[in-house]
């Protein structure tokens, strides 16, 4: 009630209603209706993605209020990276304003500099740009994983309620737990997770985590769009058992965000927003066949939400959005799909599904089929990936559109093996 007093006197004796809101009336307030907030976004966020920039800066305090600090520290033109954002988020979206977060592995004063860390504190959101995660990690924290004073103050501010946006690898930053930092699904099922390697298309990962925004997931983008199922699949069953490890992830679709409110409590939940979706990983029960001579995996749980589904971060479970109806009884086809190229992905001109979600959707679209399959294309071995709808309650939604591969299709617990064929 003292920040309503204070403000109806300023409006009486300045009529500037701008100086109401505060940066910390407006964390206040947004703390209060979202908790601790992120929106990550999968890559390749189009500037006309309304949803997605209009609901970061609804989150950072809304048009007019919202000043959002803007972290370049993944890119390799950081000034050009600045400018866009800053362009699209003030003129074409209505933020009050931006502050280019100059933070850099080329100039280590950037991170230590006390006046940048204060006008960080006048922040009611910030948006981490693409680039290569492993920069932002190793720019943002000095010797021995401790907050440099402009990460501490982007944490205050998330924290007080200040939102964390991000997008490809300003999201894939973000986690407590192990980070991604390269590789490709066949090479990663067939040599396994490394903390380092010369060659990209290897699995690689920072076992000391990201910025720690987001609890208990390995957080990947581009992510149906470049396969990334086998890569995941193999990263958290390889590091589920380091500090920190985890037996969960999420792979966010390019032009698709998790909306995340009330982080890291009992009422955490992740919303999908925009084209395409979310892919969840649950290898809380799955195992691990040693006495094969190629990685054997089997009990790992799919779950695959598009726009308005909703899934609970704390207990797992999923509500799909009102405009989903059921698929069970409700088929388009007598039979699943397979696919001799199991992790192609899609071009993003294209609007086929990419051939994971392909094949899966085609499990959930089957009156007759349960279960299906698909192989890599890559030889020496070839991996077979099986996919089930039976059993832990598999269920599939779907939003009817034109035809199979625009129809949005979700599904939870789709079960999941992999073996050399
Ligand atoms: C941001 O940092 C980079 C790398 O140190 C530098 O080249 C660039 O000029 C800086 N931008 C501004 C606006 O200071
Ligand atoms: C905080 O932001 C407002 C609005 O952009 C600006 O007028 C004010 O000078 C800033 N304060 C500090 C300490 O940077």
């Not at 943002?140 to 401790?146: E, P, T, V």
């Not at 809380?284 to 899934?311: A, K």
Request: hydrophobic share 35%; with cysteine.
């Amino acid at each position: 009630m003292h920040v309503h007093l204070g403000c109806t006197l300023l409006l009486v004796l300045l009529v500037n209603e701008v100086l109401c809101r505060t940066t910390s009336s407006i964390l206040q307030s947004q703390l209060g209706a979202q908790g601790r907030s992120l929106v990550l976004v999968g890559g390749a966020l189009s500037d006309n993605n309304a949803a997605v920039y209009n609901t970061i800066v609804q989150m950072a305090g809304g048009k007019g209020q919202a000043r959002i600090g803007i972290v370049t520290s993944a890119s390799l033109d950081p000034n050009t990276q600045y400018q866009g954002y800053s362009d699209v988020f003030i003129n074409r979206y209505g933020a009050a304003a931006t502050l280019h977060i100059n933070v850099s592995i080329w100039d280590s004063s950037v991170a230590i500099d006390d006046h940048l860390a204060n006008q960080v504190r006048n922040m009611t959101g910030f948006f981490f740009g693409g680039g290569d995660q492993s920069r932002t990690v190793q720019a943002m924290y000095l010797a021995g994983h401790k907050d440099s004073p402009v990460l501490s103050a982007i944490r205050d501010q998330f924290m007080a309620g200040a939102v964390i946006a991000g997008s490809s690898a300003g999201s894939a930053c973000q986690p407590s737990s192990v980070m991604v930092t390269g590789g490709v699904s066949w090479d990663a099922l067939k040599d396994g997770a490394q903390t380092s390697s010369k060659h990209t298309d290897d699995l690689t990962y920072n076992p000391d985590g990201g910025l720690g925004f987001l609890e208990g997931y390995v957080i990947d983008t581009h992510f149906a769009n470049r396969g990334r199922e086998g890569r995941m699949i193999r990263l958290l069953s390889d590091t589920y058992t380091l500090s920190r490890g985890t037996r969960r992830g999420v792979g966010i679709d390019e032009n698709t965000a998790l909306v995340v409110t009330h982080a890291s409590t009992s009422n955490g939940r992740g919303q999908v927003l925009g084209e395409a979706g979310v892919t969840f990983f649950d290898l809380t029960s799955s195992y691990v066949d040693q006495s094969q001579r190629y990685f054997s995996i089997r009990n790992v749980y799919l779950t695959y939400l598009t726009h308005g589904d909703v899934y609970h971060l704390h207990d797992h479970d999923v509500t799909f959005a009102q405009d989903k109806t059921p698929l069970l009884g409700n088929e388009n086809y007598d039979h699943a799909l397979t696919s001799t190229d199991i992790f192609y992905g899609k071009s993003s001109s294209s609007s086929r599904k990419p051939e994971f979600l392909r094949v899966a959707a085609s499990i959930f679209d089957a009156r007759l089929d349960s279960s299906s399959y698909g192989t890599t294309y890559e030889k020496n071995p070839t991996f077979r990936v099986e996919m089930s709808k039976t059993g832990q309650s598999a269920v599939g939604y779907v939003k009817r559109a034109h035809d199979f591969h625009t129809d949005l299709h979700s599904y939870k617990n789709m079960y999941v093996s992999i073996h050399a064929a």
